[in-house]
């Protein structure tokens, strides 16, 4: 079964916890992407990944950190830099030839 | 500028009538124009895409309208039904920045029965 699953799919932290989100693809994909997405709005871009050890920031990327050591896989660490991190974050991979990206299920992490 | 706008916010339409939702943008190194559909809890799905030579796109009851000179496009849903209860975004592609895609806010559609 080809696509993105991210876990966990609910996740609580206390304030000033770092926390790993997780994103693996089986699609084969080059591109990956994290968003963030806040009630009533729009999807806003943290990091993307074009290519293995690669990594570039998006429009949101103060407090966030990602590794991309494998084509599989693009983690996402929430760290306590983070002032409003309680939010939906969505992985979404592309392949670069391709123009859609797919996105995975979401995880939705809660600051208590 | 790198924004995409999108109105309006929330739309309630009857089943069987047309759901139209809008979307504007200023930069012309956008190359490709999806909407996504999403459900709650769950990630976005492509729903009907464009690229701007085209005017207009139709698959099934969606259709997507563009005009390129007036930097606007928008959905239209024909014969609304419940399941089509859901957020829509648009989205532009930038074409130099690596498939990076700006969204539109979103909008919250609700059909009822």
């Known amino acids: 079964d080809g696509g993105i699953t991210q876990s966990p799919k609910y996740l609580f932290r206390k304030e000033g916890q770092n926390v790993t989100l997780s994103c693996e693809q089986n699609l084969n994909h080059d591109a990956m992407y994290w968003y963030r997405q806040d009630p009533g709005q729009g999807l806003r871009l943290i990091y993307y990944?074009?290519?293995?050890?690669?990594?570039q920031k998006g429009d949101i990327a103060e407090g966030y950190s990602v590794s991309r050591e494998k084509k599989e896989s693009f983690p996402l660490t929430v760290t306590s830099a983070q002032k409003n991190p309680t939010a939906f974050y969505l992985c979404?991979?592309?392949?670069?030839?391709?123009?859609?990206?797919?996105f995975g299920p979401g995880t939705r992490l809660t600051v208590l | 500028q790198q924004q995409v706008k999108q109105s309006p916010q929330s739309l309630i339409v009857q089943k069987g009538g047309i759901s139209i939702i809008n979307c504007a943008y200023e930069?012309?190194?956008?190359?490709?124009f999806p909407w996504y559909q999403q459900f709650p809890g769950k990630g976005p799905a492509l729903l009907i895409a464009i690229r701007p030579d085209v005017s207009e796109k139709k698959e099934g009851r969606f259709t997507i309208s563009f005009n390129k000179s007036a930097k606007q496009f928008s959905l239209h849903i024909m014969d609304s039904q419940p399941g089509d209860s859901a957020t829509y975004f648009c989205?532009?592609?930038?074409?130099?920045?690596?498939?990076?895609?700006?969204f539109g806010q979103g909008t919250e559609l609700s059909v009822k029965p």
């Open positions: 989205a532009a592609r930038l074409y130099n920045q690596g498939g990076k895609l700006i």
């Open positions: 930069n012309t190194a956008f190359d490709y």
């Open positions: 990944s074009q290519i293995v050890n690669d990594f």
């Open positions: 979404a991979s592309m392949g670069l030839e391709l123009y859609e990206q797919f």
